[in-house]
C-alpha cells in the first residue's frame, strides 16, 4: 500500500500513530535500510534485492514497458542492471522518465 495515498486526516491506527507519524517514521526505516545496504552487510544483497524488485522491475513491467513502441528487457542482477530496448526513442524516453523517477523516490525520501 502506498503511504501517499492514505488521507493525512485519517484516525489513528491501532498503534496510535497518525499518518504524519507514520510517514516519518517509514521514511526514518527507510533510511536506516539503505544505509545498512550501503555498508554492504550480511543482508545487503537481500535487502537491495527486495528493494529493486518493487522499486525497479515491477516499475519496468508495469509502467515502463506497456508505453513502448517495441521490445524491451531488463536484466538486473542484484543491484547492477542492463536495459535493452528495440528502438532508440523507447531508450531516450526510458533514459528521462527513470531520472524523473528516481528524483521523486529521492524527494519523497526526505533525502533530498
Avoid at 16 to 34: H, P
Avoid at 91 to 101: I, L, N, S, V, W
Amino acid at each position: 500500500m502506498n503511504l501517499n495515498k492514505i488521507p493525512g486526516k485519517t484516525s489513528p491506527g491501532v498503534d496510535g500513530l497518525t499518518m504524519e507519524e507514520t510517514k516519518k517514521g517509514f521514511r526514518q526505516w527507510l533510511e536506516q535500510t539503505l544505509t545498512s545496504i550501503h555498508r554492504q552487510g550480511p543482508v545487503s544483497v537481500i535487502l537491495s534485492n527486495l528493494y529493486l524488485h518493487y522499486v525497479l522491475d515491477l516499475w519496468f513491467e508495469r509502467k515502463v514497458k506497456p508505453c513502448l513502441k517495441g521490445e524491451a528487457w531488463l536484466i538486473r542482477y542484484v543491484d547492477d542492471f542492463v536495459v535493452c530496448f528495440q528502438h532508440r526513442s523507447d531508450a531516450e524516453r526510458f533514459m528521462e522518465c527513470a531520472a524523473k523517477a528516481v528524483g521523486q523516490i529521492w524527494s519523497e525520501s526526505g533525502a533530498g
